[in-house]
């Protein structure tokens, strides 16, 4: 059975992804009326997507 281990890079993409999510989050809350808060959710889905992928590939 073949291990995989967890690099330092894909960890800190991770987190840099995800922090970039955060943000997204956040503009979703400050936008909430207007199309703002349209592109906050999609900031928030793809930056939550990648880091999760980022994690893996790396």
Do not use: C, R, Y
């Amino acid at each position: 059975m073949a291990t995989q281990t967890e690099t330092d890079k894909g960890i800190g993409l991770g987190l840099a992804l995800g922090a970039l999510a955060v943000i997204g989050a956040l503009v979703m809350l400050v936008g909430a009326p207007d199309v703002t808060a349209a592109w906050g959710f999609a900031g928030a889905v793809i930056f939550s997507s990648l880091a999760v992928v980022g994690i893996h590939l790396s």
